[in-house]
């Protein structure tokens, strides 16, 4: 097959292109420009948008001996990710930017732009396996080998067609593994740290960043009676389950440590409460994408509610565009806005937008 | 260790191929010691080298040996020119901050002048260009008749590297002298391929690199007027006039002169035969994709265009994706600028001559140089067509989404 190679610059991506090209695919590394303004080095650890990870991916193709090129993405980019972030914040929820990136660049802008352009597969460095039913010809997208780096819950969005045009070869694999590999096929970013915050906010300030593009908007925290407990700038920089920097200066009545239980967007209000409070036993959610058939009426299963978050046992049903998980045991922290991945065993069975909680009675 | 592979090179005005006389002048040069700055006969030998190839280059472009300042190329060459004049001219007098320069410039120019600008207070005027890319003489006149007297330099290319257009030297020199103000300009892109006479252009200054007639990459030279001051970029053992310290490459000159020697002794005879791959070139493009559009002046001739250069605009086209589509076939050109994550940049030289932003993305440069045959451009007549479908699809998908 034709395939791109999608290079951020780390080494995942680098040895996953190696892979593709042992595999006797014919390789072509394209480094994805996602942000408008790149900035010149690295701060942290940083997964795109600088001309030092640009130059990491170039030096991997060459290690690799296969054509390489920038692909600027930065207004896709722009359109579908940082602005729907912004939005999703706007609304009092909490977007994944990095599932939507999955879901609308790299297997949508940058996967129908391969196609369009005659190649036939993109190849990531993610964390997952696929495979095929060789009953029907499903594709299986299952849980990587290597727990800790398993990224199939950002992946959860991808549907059968983008799969078809998918190869994930790092899934069979560990890290460590991975990180020997590179160094043995030379490739130099062998050493670089793992990428975990949202790219294109540079130093991991979101609610800094935020405050910027959304400038003040002032509300209270309060507290399950209503009580204002302090002002704040903007509900932006809170998130569900939060508990450290909310500075409500007097202590709760019980002493016990609070945590932020609900943001309510359009007033701003933040409620706070202790962390009984933040469990969640059933959650609707929408917009379902399945990896395969719809599930037909109820189902157990696991769910995974945010990216490296715990598995939750559940039951499902789903109805047309609605679906309702009840937890068998309660999860926390969990917002509006965060993706909702259902699992059966190891494999994804689809995934959905989490629209509401409800939480566990507290008796 | 990179190896020659069968390409289709049709970038000759990033690089072009070295001529094998030069090749074999560098490697010669290189077997021998001496810093031609010493007082020994090593020394001497290499100061002898050096001078030859100031002289040989010298009188192939109409200048004196002392007017030839060596340097690492057209980028240094121009930062001389533009920084040096300015801080002298205002070091004469405070009231020239002006620097008049085109808006089609090379970013070795452009950037130095914003530099200026943002930095040392100089008060820049761009000079607009016309729907060819050449700069509207009037408009220069009128900035520089508003106030000659607070203009420190202009600078105009002699030809431009993306369109091939040639910008009217004469006329801005005749502007200029009339008030006294030195003129410099970029002949980087019209070296060795139109006749340049330094001292019949009565130009101030001019810049030429030798990797662009068929020298080696890293050296050039800024040809400056021996009453014209310059404030120097660099400070050290003052070579080159105390214009360009540092120690002198003996090699790269040498290599240098080769190139020109060679490639301006057969010049007539290369931009005949260019002019006709160039014809084939463009008029096989139109043909095989009928909406292709080629930009710049469309005469030919020294007041025209460079005989070697093709811009061409793809209508529902990215240039990128065809660039990557041709280059998969081994057939090599250019979209014009990158930035230094490897973006592709839409061109300011056609934003300038008012193309919109789609259009300069949609556009791709091919040039000619001494090593083109009617091979190259036929393999690039015969790919085109499948390579145009498969980037306007990819346009469209883009578009889509």
């Known amino acids: 097959m034709r395939v791109i190679a999608a290079m951020s610059g780390g080494v995942d991506s680098a040895v996953a292109a190696a892979r593709a090209v042992d595999a006797g695919h014919d390789v072509t590394g394209v480094h ?9 080095y690295r701060s942290g650890a940083r997964g795109c948008c600088s001309i030092e990870d640009a130059g990491d991916a170039r030096r991997a193709a060459d290690a690799l001996g296969i054509p390489f090129y920038v692909w600027d993405m930065s207004e896709e980019f722009a359109d579908s990710v940082v602005d729907d972030f912004i939005a999703e914040y706007t609304a009092g929820r909490t977007p994944n ?5 999955n879901e609308k660049i790299k297997f949508a802008a940058v996967l129908d732009r391969a196609l369009a352009l005659g190649f036939d597969a993109v190849v990531t460095g993610h964390y997952a396996q696929l495979r095929t039913d060789e009953r029907d010809g499903t594709i299986e997208m299952h849980r990587a080998v290597d727990m800790g780096k398993d990224q199939s819950y950002v992946l959860g969005v991808l549907t059968q067609t983008q799969l078809a045009h998918s190869l994930f070869p790092l899934g069979d694999t560990t890290k460590d593994v991975i990180r020997d590999e590179a160094a043995r096929r030379h490739i130099q970013v062998a050493q670089k740290p793992d990428s975990h915050d949202i790219c294109f906010i540079p130093d991991g300030d979101n609610a ?7 400038g003040p908007k002032p509300g209270t925290v309060v507290d399950e009676d209503g009580t204002v407990l302090r002002e704040h700038e903007g509900a932006y920089a809170f998130t569900i389950g939060q508990r450290r920097g909310l500075r409500l200066g007097i202590p709760a009545d019980d002493g016990k440590p609070r945590f932020v239980l609900d943001i309510e967007p359009v007033s701003g209000t933040v409620t706070v409460g202790s962390r009984e409070r933040l469990a969640v036993g059933h959650l609707e959610a929408i917009k379902p994408l399945w990896c395969g058939a719809a599930p037909f009426g109820s189902l157990d299963c696991t769910v995974q509610l945010r990216a490296h978050g715990d598995e939750h046992r559940a039951r499902l049903t789903a109805d047309g565009p609605h679906v309702r ?9 969990i917002a509006p806005g965060q993706a909702c991945v259902i699992y059966d065993g190891t494999r994804v069975v689809g995934s959905a937008t989490i629209s509401a909680t409800t939480r566990v009675a507290v008796g | 260790m990179r190896s020659p592979h069968e390409t289709v090179y049709l970038d000759h005005a990033a690089t072009t191929p070295m001529v094998p006389e030069a090749i074999a002048v560098m490697a010669h040069e290189l077997t021998f010691t001496g810093n031609a700055s010493s007082l020994h006969a090593s020394g001497r030998a290499a100061r002898r080298t050096v001078e030859e ?16 300042v060596f340097c690492s190329g057209g980028t240094e060459a121009n930062n001389l020119a533009i920084k040096g004049l300015y801080w002298s001219r205002l070091a004469q007098d405070p009231a020239r901050n002006r620097l008049l320069f085109s808006s089609i410039e090379h970013h070795a120019l452009l950037d130095p002048v914003s530099w200026l600008a943002d930095h ?3 008060q820049i005027d761009m000079t607009p260009v016309d729907a060819a890319g050449r700069i509207v003489v009037d408009d220069l006149r009128a900035s520089v008749e508003s106030d000659p007297s607070t203009v420190a330099a202009i600078t105009t290319m002699w030809a431009n590297n993306e369109m091939g257009t040639i910008q009217p030297i004469a006329d801005v020199v005749a502007i200029a002298r009339k008030h006294g103000i030195p003129v410099h300009s970029d002949a980087v892109q019209a070296a060795g391929y139109l006749p340049l006479n330094f001292a019949g252009s009565q130009l ?3 810049t030429i690199t030798a990797h662009k007639l068929g020298g080696p990459v890293g050296v050039g030279a800024l040809l400056i007027r021996r009453e014209i001051d310059a404030t120097p970029l660099l400070h050290g053992g003052g070579q080159e006039r105390d214009l360009r310290s540092g120690t002198i490459g003996v090699a790269l000159i040498a290599a240098s002169a080769a190139a020109v020697d060679v490639t301006l002794g057969r010049q007539l005879e290369t931009v005949a035969r260019i002019g006709r791959l160039r014809r084939r070139l463009v008029e096989g493009i139109v043909r095989v994709v009928p909406d292709a559009v080629v930009n710049g002046d469309p005469l030919a001739g020294p007041d025209h265009r460079l005989p070697n250069i093709a811009h061409v605009t793809f209508p529902g086209c990215e240039g990128d994706a065809m660039l990557m589509l041709l280059d998969t076939q081994g057939i090599e050109c250019s979209t014009g600028s990158a930035c230094a994550a490897g973006v592709p940049q839409p061109s300011h030289v056609l934003l300038a001559m008012g193309y919109d932003e789609v259009a300069a993305r949609g556009s791709l440069r091919f040039s000619l140089g001494h090593t083109s045959t009617e091979a190259d451009v036929d393999r690039l007549l015969e790919a085109l067509p499948a390579v145009h479908q498969r980037a306007m699809r990819a346009n469209l998908v883009r578009k889509a989404s």
């Not at chain 1, 994805?32 to 010149?40: C, E, F, K, V």
């Not at chain 2, 190839?53 to 030839?68: D, Q, T, W, Y």
Request: glycine share 8%; aromatic share 4%.
């Open chain 1, 32 to 40: 994805l420009a996602l942000s408008r303004n790149p900035r010149s």
């Open chain 1, 97 to 101: 930017p990095c599932l939507r990136c």
């Open chain 1, 208 to 214: 800094g960043w935020l405050a910027e593009k959304l």
């Open chain 1, 325 to 333: 998980v009840e937890l068998h045991d309660a999860a926390s922290g």
């Open chain 2, 53 to 68: 190839a100031r002289e040989l280059i010298a009188e192939r472009f109409g200048a004196r040996p002392s007017e030839v």
């Open chain 2, 120 to 122: 040392e207070g100089a």
């Open chain 2, 204 to 206: 101030d200054a001019m």
